[in-house]
């Protein structure tokens, strides 16, 4: 009994740190990289709490989103790799956030990282998104979050391709895909 639980504790342990190495290569993004303006990567004025455009409280955020998606998006967890809806999704369209509905990435930033999450290497706007230091699990990372409604999407490191040289690494659960065009991109 004892060397099950053993086991068990051992498997737990080693899927974690799996899991924790495959979301950290590479140093976090902590200067402008060619092409992207320095906001890419500092942190906006908007704190983690209160001033948000879209503000609710866990209970209310819990009556539209999916158990996953609350975990993800306001609890900052992050999915499995290889087992969200779109790291393999190549159809083309724009990313919003599945918390709020704002327009987050578009497919033709979207590229194959390999680590089995979605993978951008700009936001559709700089503005769209929140960045903050994140030192969770001894790991000095950049968080994104959504800039509209503070929800956690993943996190940035700068080992992307060009022209940024960014890799925006994003959970699915915090994304909804729609193959509609950005208004910006609309002719
Ligand atoms: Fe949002």
């Not at 504790?9 to 990289?33: D, H, I, M, Y």
């Not at 709490?49 to 866990?58: A, I, Q, R």
């Not at 994003?170 to 193959?179: D, M, R, V, Y």
Request: proline content about 5%; aromatic content about 10%; overall charge positive.
């Amino acid at each position: 009994m004892f060397i099950k639980l053993l086991a068990l504790v051992a498997l737990v342990v080693l899927v974690t740190v799996g899991v924790l190495a495959a979301n950290k290569p590479g140093k976090p993004a902590a200067k402008p990289s060619p092409g992207c303006d320095t906001m890419c990567t500092v942190p906006h004025k908007k704190t983690a709490k209160g001033d948000f455009e879209v503000v609710k409280s866990d209970a209310e955020w819990r009556k539209t989103l999916s158990q996953d998606q609350f975990y993800i998006l306001r609890q900052k967890g992050t999915e499995q790799a290889f087992t969200g809806a779109y790291w393999n999704n190549h159809d083309e369209g724009v990313y919003v956030c599945a918390g709020c509905g704002a327009t987050l990435f578009a497919s033709k930033t979207k590229f194959d990282s390999g680590t089995g999450w979605p993978s951008f290497y700009m936001p559709i706007s700089l503005k769209a998104l929140h960045t903050e230091k994140d030192t969770a699990y001894g790991m000095v990372r950049v968080e994104v979050m959504c800039g509209r409604c503070g929800g956690h999407l993943g996190h940035v490191f700068d080992d992307g391709p060009k022209p940024t040289g960014l890799r925006y690494c994003i959970n699915s659960a915090s994304l909804k895909f729609t193959s509609a065009e950005p208004a910006s991109e609309k002719k």
